[in-house]
């Protein structure tokens, strides 16, 4: 048996918060109902396949990229990190792994980069439930630090109200100094 390992990230957009990559390794005769990109499930049914991954993996971790990691080496770049630290972190060594995106990070074994992997590889889909699953719900903790952004409603993401917060309150230690609204948003705060 070959063990693949899917790998998919979360937050790679928003204006705050760090990126979360997934690396999940599933059980061959893994089925999983509805078990498709997080991005297309509800938060409610996320949280029961997060659930139903964790039981059917043979082995599942985390990675991430901190804001200061994003700020000083790019998204991109970053992007890579958190993934490598997720396969890093697999209790069970991979022997291929499979990446949702354009683009192969460099990993300790080989690999196929796959768009839209996270709607056609099932182990790549498991990592995305799992990535989104985890951020969402450090966004959701970091609201009650920082209640005037609206964290919990918006992941972080550069909706009008997170926009109207950046510009009312400027920026806090969550946000990305790198991202143009958020460099915006300190400069008006220091010509005030």
């Known amino acids: 048996m070959r063990l693949v390992a899917g790998i998919d990230e979360v937050g790679v957009g928003p204006l705050a918060g760090p990126v979360v990559a997934a690396a999940v390794i599933l059980r061959r005769c893994a089925r999983i109902d509805g078990l498709t990109d997080s991005k297309l ?4 049914r996320r949280d029961v396949v997060a659930e139903q991954v964790k039981e059917a993996a043979v082995a599942w971790a985390l990675g991430r990229a901190e804001v200061e990691e994003i700020d000083a080496l790019n998204v991109l770049r970053a992007t890579w990190l958190a993934m490598q630290r997720a396969v890093m972190a697999l209790a069970v060594k ?3 792994a499979v990446v949702d995106g354009r683009f192969l990070p460099p990993l300790p074994c080989p690999g196929r980069a796959l768009v839209r992997a996270d709607v056609r590889v099932p182990a790549v ?3 995305s439930v799992l990535a989104k699953v985890a951020r969402d719900a450090e966004m959701v903790s970091w609201d009650a630090r920082y209640p005037e952004y609206g964290f919990a409603a918006h992941k972080g993401y550069g909706t009008a109200q997170h926009l109207a917060a950046l510009s009312r309150f400027g920026a806090c230690p969550l946000h990305r ?3 143009a609204p958020v460099r915006a948003a ?3 705060c220091e010509e005030a």
């Open 125 to 127: 889909s498991a990592a």
């Open 41 to 44: 499930m509800t938060p409610r």
């Open 186 to 188: 300190r400069r008006r």
């Open 177 to 179: 100094h790198s991202f």
């Open 94 to 96: 991979p022997q291929f």
